[in-house]
């Protein structure tokens, strides 16, 4: 298979640069500001080169291996509406990220673009203003824009989890582009998913979990740096958790044992609680990726990044756009 560069900022995790590895892309360059997710970088691709460093203040002057990449692509914050009133200081360097990731494509001159963000980016009236601006600035550069939305669980993983996508290309490449079809048959289960962890430490009851839990997981999500520890999200998604035997208010540090005790939970609850482990399941995340530090630190890696195999069809469509 044909090899292709890119240049991955707002890495995170690794999800969307993962995927993307798997379709062909290798990364002369990840970038993230947050020194978490780097060592989580670092210590599964240790030949990848990892910056920490705000997007804000990068300057491909400095790292002239990013010019004339085949692809720049970013995993970034969840945008916020420009509409909403009660905007937070993250919300505004979420817009501001993305407005360096238009700038970025000036300096870089990669063949393709691709943007990970919210679906309502592509789907809601109220989003028009960013998405005027980035019609703007990259059409000024030569990129014709597709814009659509892909559900993780209609490829396969176990997570009802849509992400709006912006890809962007240059001619003789742009009009080859198709945007990615389904492809799994139908939906895997939070159960099947994860029942071969549960069943792990000999809880007999692991099937009979597994069956309850018969619908693929609610959107894993990461939540915000500046509040406390990690829960499985909002209130909406802990009553859904609840239907499929999790008590979704913390998280275990293992499975359920022989007696389906699991000894860090001193709840009380009757409902288990699920591990950071299985939230990386959740999300797609190989065994072999390590997601790295403590609990919550690792569980909101997680929760924020892109599932690998949504990065993989992505890749895999502009990699054929690109071959052609």
Not at 42 to 53: I, Q, S
Not at 120 to 125: F, G, Y
Request: net charge neutral.
């Amino acid at each position: 298979m044909r090899r292709f560069t890119s240049v991955d900022v707002c890495s995170g995790a690794g999800g969307l640069a993962l995927g993307l590895e798997q379709a062909g892309f290798d990364p002369v360059l990840a970038l993230d500001h947050r020194k978490d997710p780097c060592a989580t970088l670092r210590h599964n691709r240790p030949g990848w080169k990892v910056l920490e460093m705000d997007l804000e203040e990068f300057d491909p002057v400095d790292h002239q291996e990013c010019y004339n990449v085949d692809l720049l692509s970013a995993g970034l914050p969840r945008v916020v509406s420009p509409a909403t009133k009660k905007r937070t200081s993250s919300d505004d360097k979420a817009l501001a990220l993305l407005r360096a990731t238009a700038s970025l494509a000036y300096g870089v001159d990669s063949k393709a673009i691709v943007i990970d963000n919210v679906p309502e980016l592509i789907s809601r009236d109220d989003y028009e203003p960013i998405r005027d601006f980035l019609r703007v600035e990259l059409e000024h550069l030569g990129y014709r824009l597709y814009w659509f939305v892909l559900n993780a669980v209609e490829f396969g993983a176990p997570q009802d989890r849509p992400h709006g996508f912006v890809v962007a290309l240059k001619e003789p490449y742009a009009h080859r582009f198709e945007q990615p079809k389904p492809t799994a048959k139908r939906h895997l289960t939070a159960g099947e998913a994860l029942l071969d962890s549960m069943a792990s430490r000999g809880w007999p009851d692991a099937e009979a979990w597994a069956r309850g839990a018969s619908r693929p997981a609610p959107t894993v999500v990461g939540g915000s740096e500046e509040r406390g520890g990690a829960d499985v999200g909002p209130t909406g998604t802990k009553k859904i958790w609840a239907t499929m035997g999790i008590n979704g208010n913390a998280f275990a540090n293992e499975v359920p044992g022989r007696y389906g005790v699991q000894e860090s939970d001193e709840s009380g609850h009757h409902l288990k609680k699920l591990t950071v482990d299985q939230m990386a399941v959740l999300q797609d995340f190989p065994k072999d990726w390590i997601i790295t530090g403590k609990k919550t630190v690792r569980y909101r890696q997680i929760g924020h990044a892109t599932p690998p195999r949504l990065g993989c069809a992505v890749g895999e469509a502009i990699a054929r756009a690109l071959s052609a």
